[in-house]
T-cell receptor, first 117, second 114 residues
Framework: GAVVSQHPSRVICKSGTSVKIECRSL??????MFWYRQFPKKSLMLMAT?????????EQGVEKDKFLINHASLTLSTLTVTSAHPEDSSFYIC?????????????FGPGTRLTVL | AQSVTQLDSHVSVSEGTPVLLRCNYS??????LFWYVQHPNKGLQLLLK??????LVKGINGFEAEFKKSETSFHLTKPSAHMSDAAEYFCVVSDYANDYKLSFGAGTTVTVRA
């Protein structure tokens, strides 16, 4: 149980285009999901907390107009990188928390590799 | 504020020998502590977690970690390394004062020599 998927696993796009990444909880409903960014050979940096039915909460320094997050259902959160530029190239990872899990363990998706040309 | 310091950026061991990955944490409250493993271009897999129960935690693939409050440490060990253990390892802390957000260490790269 507690499986999280991401789609696509890898995407290459041209500078100036927008890219949407999906994060799904496959066998549970996730009221809260998280989006992380990981640079090569670096640790994970939390970008935002996505709550179903409400606006996402962004971490300091993350541009909310650049990284649009939508959590329209209890099993799906999307991250849209708008007007992507080469510096947005990175590994994006989402995670989800099971409801009523007092330990708030996060289950991670496999990640999406974004390359902006 | 919560934070994690992984004391070794890179650890190299021979296959069949013990592995020790060191982690110190800082938390104002009773923390939850995790170790995750990440293989190249893959997502994160939970190895084990401490959540205020037994201080010696056993995880998957023969890994274990001991929570030592007096030393604010949560070191990860394995008695005998396998080639498949070569990966990136992250020590992670969370506490309720930070809305249970995860704070990741910088990571330790493990290489295993045949």
């Amino acid at each position: 149980g507690a499986v999280v998927s991401q789609h696509p696993s890898r995407v290459i796009c041209k500078s100036g285009t927008s890219v949407k990444i999906e994060c799904r909880s496959l066998d549970f409903q996730a009221t809260t999901m998280f989006w992380y960014r990981q640079f090569p050979k670096k640790s994970l940096m939390l970008m935002a907390t996505s709550n179903e039915g409400s606006k996402a909460t962004y971490e300091q320094g993350v541009e909310k107009d650049k990284f649009l997050i939508n959590h329209a259902s209890l099993t799906l959160s999307t991250l849209t990188v708008t007007s992507a530029h080469p510096e947005d190239s990175s590994f994006y990872i989402c995670s989800a928390v099971q409801p009523r899990d007092f330990n708030n363990e996060q289950f991670f998706g496999p990640g999406t590799r974004l390359t902006v040309l | 504020a919560q934070s994690v310091t992984q004391l070794d950026s890179h650890v190299s061991v021979s296959e069949g020998t013990p592995v020790l990955l060191r982690c110190n944490y800082s938390s104002s409250y009773s923390p939850s502590l995790f170790w995750y493993v990440q293989h190249p271009n893959k997502g994160l897999q939970l190895l084990l977690k401490y959540t205020s129960a037994a201080t010696l935690v056993k995880g998957i693939n023969g890994f274990e970690a001991e929570f030592k409050k007096s030393e604010t440490s949560f070191h990860l060990t394995k008695p005998s390394a396998h080639m498949s253990d070569a990966a990136e390892y992250f020590c992670v802390v969370s506490d309720y004062a930070n809305d249970y957000k995860l704070s990741f260490g910088a990571g330790t790269t493990v290489t295993v020599r045949a």
